[in-house]
């Protein structure tokens, strides 16, 4: 074969300024939205209380955004235009601590070279109002109140190929619509309304510090009535007095409850100090809060708003700020993780009209696993439930338990498998009245998998394996915290094996089996070199000796190279403990007394996230007297 011809040689030349603003505008502008996005960025930034947004053919044709703030100067508005011109920070220090939403400066220079711009402003205390037609260059005098309007024209008419990437208006539009929602979840206190072809389709009234109110206006009544809040912040000293200065965190916002999780990721909203972002950290951690409540494939929704010090955040890593850098990403992870579970936590049948099965009807269709169309459907059903197959772990590291848990007497865990029926539980059937229990009193058990039960509301029906499981694992989990102390490192009893398990492995797998010989070993598992390309697996946990100690091997292995090590600890204990309760929790077709019965709804309304089993299932589901009547046509 011939070596191809060298190219020809060519002068190195600095490219013309349009040209560089062009090429700058491909990474700020992909389409109608980018803009919008950035129009408005500058208007909240200019203390904007009112944002207008105009469209025509979903913003292609046009974007206009009016604005009530404080207006540019009539002598700045030719600079505004220009490239690298700001007024948001003079210095490297500003940048590092910068609390605008823009900070570039190449925004509207960047617009302004791919489209037809104008910008019309008056500028707090001046009297005339003043239009700059961003082609020309031509300034001249106009009618206006004070504030800013930008008008964006035929976007990418000097740039045809970038033009054909654009999807239909309808597309378009709803690109633009999203990016004013994103601002508008974070500034309650602005109003925003946004036109299309001359329509209202959008319209936000301001609604001060208001969050739910704005959250319900954007997001839908159903986002509030299916989420709890969440406000969490990192203690102001450390235990040994230090302070924490600078290192302060805040996380609130509202996460939905894992009934109200969709098949899309479409709502999930992320700030960070008021800014949207898409971050793997936060989107991870907020994920991970749900781990234990939420089927795998499930995407939970929440609008969640993280406040930290402006220098522990890099904003300038892309030109769209849509990503950041944490100088923490740890700490950040910690503190979502944290907030939200805390969030989830509470069961939220201990909220006497509880409103996750407000309508039954559309709440059972939302569930994942076994989808139960609608009630009656549901109570026909006499479902075959075999632990093995619907309870099988959905986790890569599945651990399979055949005996008791490390470091518990077997004795110990048959009585935390008893259903509750302690006095204690016997002093409380006996007075209270009915309506103080929000899961209620237990009726009867049907065919052996449901507990119905009547509270204040109507009628209560309650899986009780899944009911059960839940509580048995979170009784597990506590127990293993006391039992061992908060302070120690967790550590899973390990069986040597007669015959070490080799494998030939990659070298991420041997580095990271070098890396971390001490959580191994707290998860019973001890992994070393054999060869430079092989490992031995010489000891697996005790109450997995019997499996395949190569792909447990490889899976904790894998799970290691992605996650933080304390995370993967985490899960693994939490794994092996979810087995063992399912194992332990009451089987079907297992006759219970009304007693019974009563101890686990009560057990239940005590239990930390026991509105869900360990998989993400619900464990009971109300309905109402308007429910029933609705059923049977009542009141018609
Ligand atoms: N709606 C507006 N109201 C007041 N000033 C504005 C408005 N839009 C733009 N500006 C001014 O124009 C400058 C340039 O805007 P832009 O190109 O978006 O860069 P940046 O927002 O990064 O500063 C801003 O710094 C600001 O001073
Ligand atoms: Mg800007």
New binding site residues.
């Given amino acids: 074969m011939n070596a191809p011809a060298p190219p020809p040689r060519r002068p190195i030349r600095e490219l013309p300024d349009a040209l560089i603003s062009q090429i700058a505008a491909g990474e700020v502008v992909e389409r109608p939205a980018s803009v919008v996005r950035?129009?408005v960025?500058?208007?909240l930034?200019?203390g904007?209380q009112n944002i207008t947004l105009r469209l025509q053919a979903g913003g292609v044709r046009l974007i206009s955004?009016e604005?009530d703030?404080?207006?540019?100067l009539p002598g700045?508005l030719p600079i505004?235009f220009k490239r690298h011109?700001?007024?948001?920070i003079s210095d490297l220090n500003d940048l590092e601590s910068v609390s605008?939403?823009?900070?570039?400066?190449?925004?509207?220079?960047?617009i302004n070279s791919i489209a037809d711009c104008a910008?019309l402003?008056r500028a707090t205390g001046q009297s005339e109002a003043f239009l700059l037609d961003g082609r020309t260059g031509e300034l001249r005098q106009v009618a206006r109140a004070q504030?800013?309007t930008?008008e964006v024209k035929e976007l990418f008419y000097s740039t045809p190929a970038r033009r054909k990437f654009l999807k239909t208006d309808a597309t378009e539009l709803a690109h633009c619509i999203e990016a004013v929602r994103r601002h508008a979840l974070a500034r309650p206190d602005v109003a925003f309304a946004i036109w299309h072809e001359g329509k209202v389709v959008e319209q936000w009234r301001a609604c001060g510090g208001d969050l739910d109110r704005r959250l319900a206006d954007v997001l839908g009544a159903d986002f509030l009535a299916r989420s709890v809040a969440v406000e969490w912040h990192s203690a102001d000293q450390r235990a040994d007095g230090s302070s924490q200065e600078g290192r302060r965190m805040r996380v609130w916002g509202r996460v939905g409850i894992p009934d109200a999780a969709r098949a899309r990721a479409d709502q999930q909203f992320c700030y960070v100090n008021g800014r949207f972002v898409r971050d793997k950290v936060l989107t991870h951690a907020a994920r991970s809060a749900f781990e234990d409540v939420l089927h795998g494939q499930r995407q939970p929704i929440y609008a969640l708003y993280l406040e930290m010090d402006p220098t522990r955040v890099d904003v300038n890593v892309h030109p769209t700020k849509i990503e950041v850098r944490f100088r923490d990403s740890r700490e950040v992870h910690q503190a979502v993780r944290h907030a939200t579970e805390d969030a989830l936590a509470a069961p939220r049948a201990q909220a006497a009209g509880a409103v996750v099965a407000s309508n039954p009807l559309a709440a059972a269709s939302e569930v994942p696993v076994q989808p139960a169309p609608n009630w009656t459907q549901a109570l026909q059903n006499t479902p075959q439930r075999t632990p093995g197959n619907l309870y099988a772990s959905q986790s890569p590291i599945a651990f399979h338990v055949q005996e008791s848990l490390p470091g518990q007497r077997v004795s110990d865990l048959a009585a935390l498998w008893q259903p509750a029926d302690s006095p204690r539980i016997e002093t409380q059937t006996a007075t209270p009245p009915q309506s103080d229990w929000p899961l209620g009193r237990a009726l009867a058990q049907l065919q052996g998998i449901y507990i119905l039960a009547e509270n204040a509301q109507g009628l209560v029906v309650v899986d009780m394996h899944a009911a059960h499981e839940r509580i048995v694992y979170e009784r597990l989990k506590n127990q293993w915290t006391d039992a061992e102390g908060k302070a120690q490192t967790h550590r899973i009893a390990s069986q040597p094996l007669l015959i070490p398990a080799t494998f030939a492995c990659s070298d991420a797998e041997a580095a990271t089996a070098e890396a971390h010989v001490d959580t191994l070993r707290a998860l019973g598992l001890e992994i070393s070199a054999f060869s430079p390309r092989t490992l031995a697996v010489r000891a697996v946990p005790t109450t997995l000796a019997q499996g395949d100690a190569v792909a447990l091997a490889r899976s904790v292995l894998s799970e290691l190279e992605q996650h933080d090590a304390s995370t993967v600890v985490q899960r693994a204990h939490n794994e092996l403990l979810a087995t063992m309760a399912c194992h332990g929790a009451v089987r079907a077709n297992r006759r219970l007394t009304l007693d019974e019965m009563n101890a686990l709804l009560r057990d239940m309304e005590r239990t930390e996230r026991s509105d869900q089993c360990n998989h993400g299932r619900p464990t009971w589901r109300s309905v109402t007297i308007a429910d029933l009547d609705k059923l049977f046509l009542r009141g018609r």
């Fill in positions: 950035e129009l960025d500058n208007a930034d200019a904007a955004v604005d703030g404080m207006g540019i700045e505004a011109a700001t007024s948001k605008t939403m823009g900070f570039r400066g190449e925004a509207l220079a960047a910008i402003s504030g800013t930008v």
